[in-house]
């Protein structure tokens, strides 16, 4: 159940970071046939992959087109606050 719940958390994560770039970059989202199911990969993590393969698989509908959106590398993961205060209460 842990590892699902890890799975779950980092397909989560990678749909967010794909929902960003396709923000930044919307030409990409044009590749992306009419409802088409995406599944996100990670290059290198092939137990990842192959849970996201199966399980968007096994959540598709016949005939719906299926793209994998394989990302290659992440940055950091880092805060965006620019100013920050803080105030002590009691």
């Known amino acids: 159940m842990l590892m699902k ?10 749909v967010r970071e794909f929902d960003r770039y396709i923000l930044e970059y919307p030409d ?9 199911l995406v599944v996100m990969q990670m290059e290198g993590d092939e137990q990842f992959n192959q849970w ?6 096994n959540a598709t509908d016949k005939g719906q087109p299926v793209v994998f959106v ?4 992440l940055k950091p993961v880092r805060s965006r606050i ?9």
């Open 5 to 14: 719940k890890a799975l779950v958390e980092k397909n989560s994560m990678l």
């Open 28 to 36: 990409f989202a044009e590749k992306i046939p009419e409802n088409a």
């Open 52 to 57: 996201a393969k199966e399980t968007a698989l």
């Open 70 to 73: 394989t990302i290659t590398e």
């Open 82 to 90: 620019e100013k920050i205060r803080l105030e002590k209460v009691a």
